[in-house]
Each structure stands twice: as C-alpha cells, then as structure tokens.
C-alpha cells in the first residue's frame, strides 16, 4: 500500500533556531499534501495545503512566515519552523493524497517538536 | 462549535468486549467520512472511508455505520484485543475538500 514518510520523527531544538520537517510519498505522486499540528489529547488541526509547484494555502491564525512549507516535487514537501519557540513544541503531521476512483490520504508517522 | 463531535471522550473496556464509538457531524454537504485510529505519538491509520450514499463498512473487527439523514456514524470494534487501546478519529470531508477533524475518542482496552 501507499507509504508516506515523515522525517525527522522528533527533534530537540533551542529556541530561536529554525527546524526542517520532511514528507515524502514514497511510492505515489501526491498532488497534494496537508500538514497538521496536535497538541496533547487533543485533535489534529490542520495548518496548511500544499499543492505541487505553488504556494501553500495557510488556515486562518496560521502564519505563513513562522510556518514555511515547499512542495518542490511530486512526492516531497517540507515544512519549516523558523525561529521556534516554547509555544510551538507540538507533534506535527503530514498527509498525502492519492487520487483515484476514490480519494484516499495517507498519514506520515509524525514529528515531535520540543523547542527549549 | 466544532462541527464533528465524538463521544464518549475516553472509554475503557476488557480485553474480549465489543465497543462503539460515535461520531455526530453537522457539515453539510459531505464527500466523505473517515474513521482512523492514531497510536500514541503516530501519524493515523485509516480504518475505513464511506461516502454519502454508504451505510457500512467493515475493516476486520472494525465495523463502521453512516446516517447520513440524522448525520450520524459509528465505529463497532469488535472481540477487543489490548492492541486496539488508542485514539479513533472521525473526519468528515466536506464537498469543498475542507476537512473537518473531531477531537477522537481514547480507547483504552485492560486485560
């Protein structure tokens, strides 16, 4: 089946410097992918759409400068906290979408992100 | 207001019993809605996916239930195994793609 590979899966990180998240779909083309942010017990709140070859679609309160994402390839997006700080320690997902007779999506493992 | 509620919050259940979760929902209209189960620090794991028109759906000892007219659905587990002690998700996709995710209920299975 589909396979969608998050890296790194957690990172420690000083506050004010800047951590790089990695999604690739690793065995499909995904036009689109999703990242999402979930804080402890609580549900998966999608940030951002990313559609190959332009710019992301921010949800609203998500800033698009702290929050960078590049979706160079067909099976690669990136996302980038710049300048971390305590309040963004959070586990970070990503999602694939694969179209098809039925759109299916499928999860990256995740990222945790502790920022001291 | 959230627009997927999930209910119970959290549930604990002996090894072997069958549980149901709920899932109400108030987008409307709707493509599609998924039923995913997310271990503790990992990405979800889809169960099942039904569309408008579908009225159940099984994955194992998974059984998912749509209504769409009182906008409705349940996750049937059946025969517990301690394996099964995790988050279930509801999400309801609408026609415009904008997922809507609810807050998942924690399901805790004791042997």
């Known amino acids: 089946g589909a396979v969608v590979s998050q890296h790194p899966s957690r990172v420690i990180c000083k506050s004010g410097t800047s951590v790089k998240i990695e999604c690739r779909s690793l065995?499909?083309?995904?036009?689109?992918m999703f990242w999402y942010r979930q804080f402890p017990k609580q549900s998966l709140m999608l940030m951002a759409t990313?559609?190959?070859?332009?710019?992301?679609?921010?949800e609203q309160g998500v800033e698009k400068d702290k929050f960078l994402i590049n979706h160079a390839s067909l099976t690669l997006s990136t996302l980038t906290v710049t300048s971390a700080h305590p309040e963004d320690s959070s586990f970070y997902i990503c999602s694939a979408s694969l179209q098809g007779a039925e759109e299916k999506l499928f999860f990256g493992s995740g990222t945790q992100l502790s920022v001291l | 207001k959230n627009q997927v509620e999930q209910s119970p919050q959290s549930l604990i259940i002996l090894e072997g019993k069958n549980c149901t979760l709920q899932?109400?929902?108030?987008?409307?209209?709707?493509?599609?809605l998924r039923w995913y189960k997310q271990d503790t620090g990992r990405g979800p794991v889809s169960l099942t996916i039904?569309?408008?028109?579908?009225n159940t759906k099984s994955n194992g000892r998974y059984t998912a239930t749509l209504d769409a007219d009182t906008k409705q659905s349940s996750l049937h587990i059946t025969a517990s195994q301690l394996s099964d002690s995790a988050s279930y998700i509801c999400?309801?996709?609408?026609?415009?793609?904008?997922?809507?995710f609810g807050a998942g209920t924690r399901l805790t299975v004791k042997p």
């Open positions: 999400v309801v996709t609408p026609t415009n793609n904008d997922m809507r």
């Open positions: 990313s559609n190959e070859g332009s710019k992301a679609t921010y």
């Open positions: 899932c109400n929902y108030t987008v409307s209209p709707f493509s599609n």
């Open positions: 065995d499909f083309q995904a036009t689109t």
């Open positions: 039904m569309t408008f028109s579908e």
